[in-house]
């Protein structure tokens, strides 16, 4: 396939950085990290699905919130190695703390604080 | 330093990645990678600083170009071994193309086509 020959999996050993930017706003969701599976499973079913390092699997993003990314469209960065999606997120939020963006602390006078508040409830989205 | 103490620089061998969003249009112009050092030059500065992975090497973006980043604010993602800065992208663009983000191909028809025009030529930013 033409789109994933273009892609360079090897400087990370066999993957690829994914950002996940919300289409709507542009802000950032997430990065997540792709192996080649991953990438045509994405491209195939217009829904995000990474590779979790942790637990060495395909990991389609939502399948146990059920909130999914599905794909807007999808960016190759200069060297290859990187790829960026912009994603409508169902259900507004991509970080399992319930907050939109997994990037909700910022650096304020030597420490980090947390900005936003959570849309869910991890407990109840994700069981105890 | 407490900031760094909250960086997870194990998951990825000493490293993290450090995505670059220009503060001013929230678009997302790099991605990169930072070891601890590359960190605290960052904070210490107030330019970033990212770790060559291919050169094994710190590299100050903007050293050779001129073209340097000015941190806005420093983000850090849930599980710690993530961080994204808004910067000031000094000359409008951060990738070595040219072009103004690093992700100016956008996958079309099953090929990557090129978006935007160059901002600079890389032969006289560069030299051959």
């Known amino acids: 396939m033409e789109l994933v020959s273009a892609i360079d999996f090897e400087k990370s050993g066999g993957?690829?950085?994914a950002i996940a930017v919300d289409d709507a706003s542009g802000d950032v969701l997430m990065v997540g990290w792709m192996n080649r599976e991953a990438v045509l499973r994405t491209l195939e079913t217009g829904e995000v699905v990474y590779w979790s390092r942790s637990r060495k699997a395909l990991w389609r993003k939502g399948e146990t919130s059920g909130?999914?990314?599905r794909v807007r469209s999808v960016h190759l960065d200069c060297d290859g190695d990187a790829l960026l999606l912009r994603?409508?997120?169902?259900?507004?939020?991509?970080?399992?703390?319930g907050h939109r963006s997994c990037f909700f602390r910022r650096s304020e006078g030597g420490r980090w604080v947390e900005e936003g508040e959570p849309l869910f409830d991890p407990e109840e989205v994700y069981g105890r």
Request: proline content about 0%; glycine content about 12%.
């Open 15 to 17: 993957l690829v950085t």
């Open 67 to 69: 909130f999914v990314q």
């Open 87 to 97: 994603v409508e997120q169902v259900g507004g939020a991509a970080c399992h703390t």
